[in-house]
């Protein structure tokens, strides 16, 4: 069972903690949560079923975690029915370089901005974690209700 789980680390680490990366934007809580994922799993794993992709299963108790996490600082959408915002870069752009990083913040905050279904959605598919199918798998919906989603979510980025 140890060496089970070994092998799903080493396939499935990577994917979690992208996963994860992308939905808190934090290398160390991504870090601490992805191991905190792979013990959920080894004291759970009796109870996998097999209806999922073991990613999509893995993925979901990250995404738990995450929830909790968020929910212990105060910080869910549930808590106060907003979404949290990243942290503002006040310091003015130097240059050019100073310039792309700033558009990409706005970019950033628009995402965090979205509600959060489809801000999970477009950070998936915006660092390559999950396929729409993986996705919509593990929302319990259709990879079509992904597509779906994640092109209405970008209409609405377009339209900021």
Known sequence: ??????EYYEKYGVKVYAYLL????????SRELTQE?????L???????????????LCSIAKNLWHNELRRRGLHPSADGSSPTPETDNSPPPDKAA???DSKMF??????????????????RATGAMTFAEIGEL??????WARVTFYRAKQKLRKE
């Open 1 to 6: 069972m140890k060496r089970e789980i070994e």
């Open 22 to 29: 992308a939905t808190c934007g934090d290398c160390d809580v």
């Open 37 to 41: 994922t792979f013990v959920r799993a």
């Open 43 to 57: 004291s759970s794993l009796s109870s996998f079923d097999g209806k999922c992709s073991v990613s999509t299963w």
């Open 99 to 101: 310039e792309q990083r």
């Open 107 to 124: 970019v950033l905050r628009q995402v965090h901005s979205l509600p959060e279904t489809e801000k999970e959605i477009v950070l998936l």
């Open 139 to 144: 929302f319990g919906k259709t990879e079509n």
